[in-house]
């Protein structure tokens, strides 16, 4: 499958298969697509949270009203910013861009393994975001909750070209 290929198909997955397990081999090439993102003077400002326990993603579904098929995925991948690792970048905040760019490289990299995703936002919402740090333990910024596993839906692909969003000079 080429790069163009998995961004035109890709779709966002909300059912999942039952009782599919990723192996940790293919759950880490995920992660190093994730980390291989572009980074505002290559900071890398994040940390990513994989989420097996169904417990917690049951916990997850609970905290998050938008991500309620958490439990039924395989996995949630919770991709967390590390703003204080900005100071190279002269203190701006470019964290959740570099984070986006990972996440998407995510997304491809799982559809290009045969998964299913679905991006679930968390920041900037401040209750989700205290949420999930106080559920996973965690200080850095949850920025999504990534929701992985082998798709039990095939919603079709889908064309938004629009030439009234561009503009050549
Ligand atoms: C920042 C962000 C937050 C999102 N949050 C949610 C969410 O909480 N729950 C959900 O089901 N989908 C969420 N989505 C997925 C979008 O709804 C989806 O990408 C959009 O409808 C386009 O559909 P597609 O991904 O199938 O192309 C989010 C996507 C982004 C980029």
Redesign the pocket.
Known sequence: MTVSEAIRR?????RYQAGIVIPREEICQMLEAAMMAPSACNTRPWEFIVVEDKARREELAKV??????APAASLVIVVCGLPERQEATGGWEFWPQDC?AA?ENL?LEAYALGYGT?????YPNPERVRALQELLGITSTP???V?VGAPAES?AA?G?FDERKVRFL
Not at 10 to 14: A, D, G, Q, T
């Open positions: 890709r779709r966002s997955i909300r998050h009203p938008y991500c309620s098929f986006g996440i997304l679905c991006w679930c936002g968390v920025l999504a909750a929701a919603p889908r938004f």
